[in-house]
């Protein structure tokens, strides 16, 4: 008896492994840019899958390429997008869950063009697959030199080696320690959602309550805290349809 009791009272406090879901293989969304919102992101999907027993990955896939994969469905989903590429790709379909907010940043060499508006940079660099940043680019004359890269740091060094005279980021802040003086803009401020392809759409109820659960936790506000990412502007409210912009 007395060895029971103590086999019980270990069993009471022993803790098991979130139980996993059959899956014949993982969910594969593009890996995070690198940028604190993108890693942020990526952190908080993670433990959100892992609590409900679904196991994912995150590959390398170029960013101009990932939704014409997500759509078709060789990806799950995309990870953070603002909700109108929707309108492009419409098997995609968002989480109702505000994952952050993408400010539009426009960063000029104050050297080359000192005082410039976004309509006066005679060359601008970008990375390439960010639609918000290609829509506001695509207002620009035709005479403007815009070059798209496939990643932050390539764009970046463009900038810095001062191949263009100015760079637009979506959801990235340009490090101040430039070795020149820089001007920074907001252009456009956006909120991200998770989006997933139709065929995952019976995931999207208790990814939602499960991204909310962590909110209430406080477990997300500690990721961004982590990450210095801020807090959206505005959360959905509950059963709220999600916005395009504020």
Not at 20 to 39: D, I, K, T, V, Y
Not at 66 to 84: Q, T
Not at 93 to 120: E, H, I, K, M, S
Not at 171 to 187: C, H, K, M, N, V
């Amino acid at each position: 008896m007395k060895w029971l009791l103590v086999l019980l009272s270990l069993l009471s406090v022993t803790t098991y492994p979130q139980p996993q879901r059959w899956q014949e293989s993982p969910l594969q969304f593009r890996q995070a840019l690198g940028s604190p919102a993108s890693l942020y992101s990526q952190a908080l999907l993670s433990e959100a899958y892992h609590r409900l027993g679904i196991r994912v990955e995150f590959i390398e896939v170029p960013f101009g390429r990932s939704l014409l994969e997500s759509n078709k469905g060789e990806l799950a989903g995309e990870l953070a997008r603002v909700l109108r590429v929707t309108e492009r790709y419409p098997a995609l379909l968002p989480v109702p869950y505000v994952l952050f907010d993408t400010d539009v940043f426009l960063y000029v060499n104050q050297q080359r063009c000192a005082g410039c508006q976004l309509q006066q940079v005679q060359s601008l660099a970008y990375v390439r697959g960010a639609m918000v940043v290609e829509e506001i680019l695509r207002t620009l004359p035709a005479s403007r030199q815009v070059i798209s890269t496939g990643s932050l740091e390539a764009t970046k060094n463009l900038f810095l080696t001062g191949k263009v005279d100015g760079v637009v980021f979506a959801a990235y802040q340009l490090d101040a320690s430039t070795g020149f003086p820089i001007a920074e803009q907001r252009l456009q401020s956006l909120p991200d959602y998770h989006l997933l392809h139709q065929s995952h759409q019976a995931l999207i109820p208790e990814l939602t309550a499960m991204l909310y659960q962590l909110e209430r936790e406080g477990f997300a506000e500690r990721l961004r805290l982590r990450f210095g990412v801020a807090t959206p502007k505005r959360q959905l409210s509950r059963n709220e349809k999600p916005f395009a912009e504020y």
